[in-house]
């Protein structure tokens, strides 16, 4: 922010046109700020709906009973994207009978709250989760708790997609300028978070080979900060279509699309939407070995700390681009299709790319507007798209 020109820092309680505040603060002082037109602000009043574990799932299942009740299944399997997952401790029940039914089966227990992979472990035995209820009751008890549904026990992946052996997750960054209408901007950079140790599913207590986030993978004992543990989306997509081919490669882009527009749209009509309000997601992804991706959950406020200087960079510019797309000076159109490394993939309805094929004699052919892990060349387009800052000599 201070490398934008006449951008100044608000001391204290000054006022102020642009706020990036964590979630607490919202929480505190949403509600009893008076904002003028031209204000912006960094996440959408209930952005809990989303970016909580157990309401995300509420919202995803009851977005997918009604796309079946109104559209059939065919449509509605097109949300068969998130393991199957229970609160609990209020749908135990349920939980008990679906455990069950899969004899064997690992499944994952998550704060619903917490971040950074922390209370997350693994079982396969009830015995595990009725000591952890036992205690949990025993410390419910000392705390008179308010929040019982803590938690959400989830179906484990079993056959994550391996490279090298190891387990990885990906990290793909959304940006949601408004719910009503739905408008989304996709950015091109993200990444593989990969864990330290080859998986397997002999040993289920391993934090390092079964979780991928950074903050649990840095305390590993062999964890090397030059080298980090990501891949950059492009290095990803690259390694894939040399394997797979552009078409399995192209459709599992499409089906990661389709995760984000579908899981915007089962909190569309929830989320309170406020023209000052603006909301930069981090999506974590998983694939299985199909090639398949899950799900796993959605951010409100992902890490923007580097781990090296390569992901200082991509860092930077997603933040700046988020800036230029909010566009607190007024110089976009409104029109624009790309900002940066930012593609508008839905504008209340999917937005394509025109591209002439050709291989039809040059007719017409569209194509979602969405370029993840494709090249960057940002500031090339930013350098056409922007007139120069106010008060700026053009160079």
Not at 25 to 47: C, G, K, Q, S, T
Request: aromatic residues 12%.
């Amino acid at each position: 922010m201070h490398q934008r020109p006449n951008w100044i820092e608000v001391k204290d309680d000054g006022e102020w046109d642009f706020n990036w505040c964590d979630v607490g603060w919202l929480r505190e002082n949403f509600d009893h700020a008076y904002m003028e037109e031209h204000v912006r602000i960094n996440h959408f009043r209930n952005h809990y709906e989303l970016t909580r574990k157990n309401l995300m799932v509420k919202n995803l299942k009851r977005f997918q009973k009604n796309l079946e009740k109104d559209m059939g299944r065919t449509e509605a399997s097109k949300c068969d994207f998130f393991p199957s997952t229970y609160a609990m401790p209020s749908e135990y029940h349920l939980f008990v009978e679906e455990f069950n039914r899969n004899p064997g089966s690992t499944w994952i227990m998550k704060p619903v709250a917490k971040s950074q992979g922390k209370g997350i472990f693994l079982f396969r035995k009830l015995k595990d989760i009725i000591d952890w209820k036992k205690d949990r009751s025993r410390s419910e008890e000392q705390k008179d708790a308010a929040h019982l549904d803590s938690y959400v026990v989830q179906r484990y992946i079993e056959n994550p997609y391996l490279i090298n052996g190891r387990k990885f997750d990906l990290r793909v960054y959304v940006l949601v300028t408004s719910y009503v209408p739905l408008k989304v901007w996709l950015y091109r950079d993200g990444f593989a978070r990969f864990s330290s140790s080859r998986f397997s599913l002999s040993t289920i207590d391993d934090k390092y080979m079964h979780l991928t986030n950074v903050s649990v993978q840095k305390t590993a004992p062999d964890y090397d900060p030059e080298k980090g543990c990501k891949w950059q989306m492009q290095q990803l997509r690259r390694y894939l279509t040399a394997k797979y081919g552009r078409e399995v490669v192209e459709t599992l882009f499409g089906d990661m699309d389709n995760i984000i527009i579908r899981s915007l749209q089962s909190v569309q009509k929830v989320i309170i939407n406020d023209k000052h309000c603006f909301e930069l997601y981090g999506y974590d992804i998983l694939l299985d070995h199909n090639l398949k991706p899950w799900l796993i959950e959605v951010n409100a406020s992902p890490s923007h700390a580097p781990s090296s200087q390569e992901d200082y960079e991509m860092k930077y510019g997603l933040l700046e681009d988020t800036l230029n797309v909010v566009d607190m000076e007024g110089r976009l159109t409104g029109q624009e299709k790309r900002v940066g490394g930012f593609d508008l993939m839905w504008n209340d309805g999917p937005v394509y790319t025109e591209d002439l094929n050709l291989q039809t004699f040059g007719s017409l052919s569209f194509t979602a507007n969405t370029h993840l892990g494709c090249v960057n060349d940002r500031e090339k387009n930013l350098r056409q798209l922007l007139k120069p800052f106010p008060l700026q000599k053009k160079i």
